[in-house]
């Protein structure tokens, strides 16, 4: 081998480690390693198939952060509950708050909603990443089993809701349901009343377009008389329309008779009533006439029993008092 060939060969040499190195920065530069960054983590129910390390973790679409690590962690033994811990490093100086930098991500932004969702990158490679936004009509469930990191609280994605969906609904009953349907119609298909149904469809039709053409001939056959007593009644109307002013008149002239019968009824009232009053001349002389005629009846009784005494006294005159036995 040539000095030429080994020159070449160790400048190549030279030339990869660079390369790698770089990329041994640039990857390093990549994790955060050297950067002042907030540690958090979330912790998720479902798969979260797709998420890798370094992944990036988003505030509505802005890149603050990536994924450093992901977990397994069996809750309970026997009932296989898995949640998946998932740690990023965000780079808190990103966010701003009245033209500041803020220095983490603290408890007033969980409580005003802050949330952690998985989300996908692209729907041809199936990659996740961390979808931070606010979503303050959901509770704050927090996790960890430790205080080392500064906890995010998770909300389910879109497909894992639609997942608790459809493992909530009891497939197998609605399955069972619909077999009990498909059989019961089966056998509503397969009866005689359902084979039938079609012959007494066309009998009830046939009997429907009788009564129809009986309806029919009765109604043309009445036809005739119908439009009499219409003529009838039309005249009749036109004949109480011609009426009805005359008869107006002669109620409006009736009323006013009744009118002045009644005026006249009052006044002859107040005149009986003033005439009987206890006051009025003319019960002053008729009890004056009473009381001549009261005398006069007492002095006509005298006068009979005078004469029953002594009829004589009209030849001779009455005696004297004295005279009298």
């Not at 890798?52 to 603050?64: D, S, T, Y």
């Amino acid at each position: 081998m040539s000095e030429r060939t080994t020159n070449t060969l160790l400048g190549a040499f030279v030339m990869g480690g660079l390369i790698v190195v770089v990329a041994l920065v640039l990857s390093v530069l990549g994790q955060g390693w050297g950067r002042d960054g907030q540690k958090v983590r979330m912790v998720f129910d479902g798969s979260i198939t797709g998420l890798n390390i370094g992944a990036p973790v988003a505030l509505r679409g802005v890149e603050i952060g990536q994924v450093t690590d992901i977990r397994v962690r069996l809750d309970d033994v026997k009932g296989l509950n898995l949640v998946m811990e998932v740690d990023a490093e965000l780079d808190a100086s990103r966010i701003q708050k009245d033209l500041s930098a803020l220095s983490v991500i603290d408890q007033n932004l969980i409580e005003a909603g802050l949330r952690a969702q998985l989300n996908s990158q692209s729907l041809l490679t199936g990659l996740l990443y961390v979808q931070l936004d606010f979503h303050p009509e959901t509770e704050v469930t927090l996790r960890s089993l430790t205080d080392e990191r500064f906890e995010i609280p998770t909300i389910p994605s879109p497909l894992d809701r639609f997942v608790q969906d459809l493992d909530e609904l009891n497939l197998k009953a609605l399955a069972n349901d619909l077999q009990a349907i498909a059989k019961s119609v089966r056998s509503i298909a397969g009866s005689e009343t359902f084979a039938n149904l079609p012959a007494q469809l066309s009998e009830t039709l046939e009997t429907t377009t009788r009564t129809a053409d009986t309806l029919e001939a009765s109604i043309n056959a009445l036809m005739p008389e119908i439009t009499g007593t219409l003529n009838d009644t039309r005249s009749a109307l036109n004949t109480i329309n011609e009426q009805l002013p005359l008869l107006a008149g002669q109620i409006t002239h009736d009323l006013e008779q009744t009118e002045r019968a009644l005026e006249s009824f009052t006044a002859t009232s107040e005149q009986i009533a003033a005439t009987l009053d206890h006051d009025s001349p003319l019960l002053l002389t008729m009890t004056s006439t009473l009381r001549e005629i009261e005398r006069t009846s007492r002095t006509l009784n005298q006068l009979a029993r005078t004469l029953e005494e002594q009829p004589q006294s009209l030849i001779l005159g009455r005696k004297p008092p004295s005279e009298e036995p």
